[in-house]
């Protein structure tokens, strides 16, 4: 699985920015596709999840308690890309952001070592 990860920027405090992330290869071999964040010093955090429903399950989200109500992550799967609409940002939300998919399940969807797959970091910039 290929991850290609783009629209990150230079961006002002309360503005918004969406960063597609666009799969290709085996696809049918994650169940999950997310974005997570790490800013300068400080560990790699998950921001938003996209879980692909099962026969018994639709899709599910998750997001960070710091992102709720200002994150939205969607699943485009005809264009097998993921987007996080990133609204209200804050200096805080400044850090290279990360696209990751893997087969994980929900007590390690958090942990980065649960994913095989990374695209490149993207950079965002919240300036005040």
């Known amino acids: 699985v290929q991850l290609q990860a783009s629209g990150g920027g230079l961006v002002q405090a309360g503005g918004s920015l969406r960063l597609p992330c666009a799969a290709s290869?085996?696809?049918?071999?994650?169940?999950?596709m997310g974005w997570f964040r790490q800013a300068p010093g400080k560990q790699r955090e998950l921001v938003a999840l996209?879980?692909?429903?099962?026969?018994?399950?639709?899709?599910?989200?998750a997001y960070a308690d710091s992102v709720k109500g200002r994150f939205t992550i969607s699943r485009d799967n005809a264009k097998n890309t993921v987007y996080l609409r990133m609204n209200s940002l804050k200096l805080e939300d400044t850090a290279v952001y990360y696209c990751?998919?893997?087969?994980?399940?929900?007590?390690?969807?958090?942990?980065?070592?649960?994913?095989?797959?990374w695209g490149q970091g993207t950079l965002v910039t919240v300036s005040s």
């Open positions: 990751a998919a893997g087969r994980v399940i929900t007590s390690t969807s958090s942990t980065p070592g649960a994913y095989n797959y």
């Open positions: 290869g085996s696809i049918l071999r994650v169940n999950a």
């Open positions: 996209h879980t692909t429903g099962t026969m018994l399950t639709d899709d599910s989200t």
